[in-house]
C-alpha cells in the first residue's frame, strides 16, 4: 500500500509583503518628519511684495528685513509745516526713530502685497530742544505799526503732546503740523523827541523780540528804534547789541508795585494786566520779573491760593499739552503753578496754558525765595 506525502504550506509570503508594507510607511513617516523639520528650521520670511513706507521688505526673513529697513530709513525727514510754510526735518534731529521689532512684526504677519505703515518712537526730552531751535525759523513777531504785523508762535507744549499720545498717527502722512499761537501786537506808540538820558546795552537772546524787550525795559519799541536805526522792528537776531534808552532793566519798586497780600511773612503776587510776578516780605517788594501767564482760551485763575508743593523738576501735562522735566515747579491750585520756561523767550505776554511762566533763572530765585504754604494771590 502506497503512502501520500502531504505538501507543506507557504505562509511566510504574506509576512514578508506585511513587513515591507510597515518599513515603506516608516520611511515614508520619517521623510515627512525631517520635512517638516527642516521647514520649521527654515527661518520665517515676509510675505512677497510687502512694503514699509514704500521700502520693499517682501521675501526676506524677518532679521534681514530688520537690518534692511534700519539702513533704509536710517536718513528719512518729515515735513514740518505752519499751514503756509514747511520745512523739511530729519526724524532723527527730532529724537523721532522707527520701531523696527513692532514695524517687522506687522508687516510678518501681513498678506502677499501688504503696505505697512512704519511705526515710530520718539524722545520727548530731544524733541522739545529741536522744536525750540525750530522756532527761531517759524515765529514771527508781533510788530506794532499802521497797519501792525500779527505774530504767531509754535505752541510746543501741544505739538509734544500730540506726539507723546500718538507719534505714529501724527506722522503716517509724513507730515508734522505745527500747532501755532496767534500773537497781538503792542499798540502802536507816538515818536518821541531824541533822547539824551541815561542808556544801557541789551544783547538780543534767543527767541526774544522787541516788543518785549522795550517791555522789560519799561521804554516804548519806538525809542529803541530811532536810537538804534532800525529799519525793520522785525529783523533783531541772537547776539545783536541793542542800545536801551535806560539805565537798566526796569524795577518796581515797592511805592509803584501792587499792595502786598499780607503786612507779615513772605508772599507772591502775580499781576495779570502787567504780566509781573512780586514778592514781598514784610510788606515790602524784594523783588519782581516779567512773566507768562495764560493765553485768553486757557487763563491763569484769580484768587487767593496757597503754594502747596514744590518740585525741582516735574512733568506736566493737560488735556492738550506734555511738558518733561518742568523746573522749579510750585503748584498752587491744582495743576497750576509758577515753574521756568525754556521753551520760549516771550515774558510779559501771556503764553501758557494757565500757569506762571518765568525765565528759568529767575524761577529759581522765587522757588528758593518760597515755601510750601506760602500765599499766592492773583489778580487782573
Known amino acids: ?15 514578508m509583503i506585511g513587513l515591507g508594507m510597515l518599513f515603506a510607511g516608516l520611511m515614508m513617516t520619517l521623510g515627512l518628519v525631517a520635512v517638516l523639520a527642516l521647514a520649521l528650521a527654515a527661518p520665517e520670511r515676509i510675505a512677497a511684495r ?10 526676506r526673513t524677518v532679521e534681514d528685513a530688520s537690518v534692511y529697513l534700519q539702513q533704509q530709513l536710517a536718513n528719512r525727514t518729515l515735513v514740518a509745516t505752519d499751514g503756509g510754510r514747511n520745512w523739511t526735518l530729519a526724524l532723527s534731529d527730532l529724537g523721532i526713530g522707527i520701531d523696527v521689532d513692532s514695524t517687522i512684526a506687522e508687516a510678518s504677519s501681513a498678506a502677499r502685497g501688504a503696505i505697512i505703515q512704519p511705526r515710530y518712537i520718539v524722545d520727548l526730552n530731544q524733541t522739545q530742544i529741536a522744536l525750540v531751535t525750530l522756532s527761531e ?36 502722512d509724513g507730515i508734522l503740523d505745527l500747532t501755532m499761537i496767534d500773537v497781538e501786537p503792542p499798540p502802536l506808540e507816538p515818536e518821541q523827541p531824541a533822547y539824551e538820558g541815561p ?9 526774544q523780540e522787541l516788543g518785549l524787550i522795550a517791555r522789560a525795559y519799561n521804554v516804548s519799541v519806538q525809542d529803541i528804534v530811532t536810537l538804534n536805526g532800525i529799519e525793520d522792528a522785525n529783523l533783531i537776531y541772537p547776539g545783536q547789541e541793542l542800545i536801551i534808552p535806560a539805565a537798566g532793566v526796569f524795577t518796581p519798586d515797592t511805592a509803584s508795585a501792587p499792595p502786598a497780600p499780607t503786612s ?7 499781576d495779570i494786566s502787567d504780566q509781573r510776578i512780586y514778592a514781598y516780605e514784610n510788606g515790602a517788594l524784594v523783588r519782581s520779573h516779567l512773566v507768562s501767564t495764560g493765553l485768553p482760551q486757557t487763563p491763569t485763575v484769580l ?65 528758593n525765595f518760597a515755601s510750601v504754604g506760602m500765599l499766592v494771590r492773583v489778580v487782573a
Open 1 to 15: 500500500m502506497s503512502t501520500r506525502r502531504r505538501r507543506k504550506s507557504n505562509n511566510t509570503l504574506p509576512i
Open 50 to 59: 510687502v512694503a514699509v513706507a514704500g521700502i520693499d521688505i517682501g521675501g
Open 137 to 172: 525759523q517759524v515765529n514771527i513777531a508781533a510788530v506794532p505799526g499802521n497797519p501792525p504785523q500779527y505774530g504767531r508762535a509754535i505752541d510746543i507744549p501741544v505739538v509734544l503732546d500730540r506726539l507723546r499720545v500718538n507719534v505714529t498717527g501724527e506722522l503716517a
Open 199 to 207: 542808556t544801557s546795552t541789551h544783547i538780543v537772546e534767543r527767541g
Open 264 to 270: 507779615s511773612g513772605r508772599s507772591l503776587l502775580v
Open 303 to 367: 484768587g487767593d491760593y496757597n503754594i502747596y508743593v514744590k518740585f525741582v523738576a516735574d512733568d506736566m501735562q493737560g488735556d492738550d499739552y506734555f511738558l518733561p522735566q518742568v523746573p522749579y515747579v510750585m503748584y498752587f491750585y491744582q495743576g497750576y503753578g509758577i515753574h521756568g520756561t525754556y521753551w520760549h523767550n516771550s515774558f510779559g505776554r501771556p503764553m501758557s496754558h494757565g500757569c506762571v511762566n518765568l525765565p528759568v533763572d529767575e524761577a529759581e530765585w522765587f522757588f
